[in-house]
């Protein structure tokens, strides 16, 4: 029962992800990172994330940036007034969309010509 290739994939060498290195290296800058997370939907991760980065904002001194990452319903666009938003590509990787001088948001949304499509990740866009 179950996948005839159960024992190929299984036995197949196992070794460390290549992009951790890379992503190591691209969020080095970043002095604090929080991250907000649940199993379940629709308890309020984006609307506490969106509120804590506006407060975190409230200082000058800070720099503050919202990475949405919610594959099933990007909602920080419509909570952050950035609906229709998009981000801009270059050498450096993506821009993202500022609220406010210091407080920078990036979201699947953004990317997203039709809010009802699908995400899927795949080559340089996965790690850009």
Known sequence: AGCPNQQICASAPKGPDPDVEFIRAKLSNVKHKILV????GGVGKSTFSSQLSLSLARSDA???GLLDIDICGPSVPKMMGLEGEEVHQSNNGWSPVYVQDNLGVMSIGFMLPNPDDAVVWRGPR???
Do not use: P, R, Y
């Open 37 to 40: 997370l649940s199993g379940k």
């Open 62 to 64: 800070s720099e503050v």
């Open 126 to 128: 996965k790690n850009a």
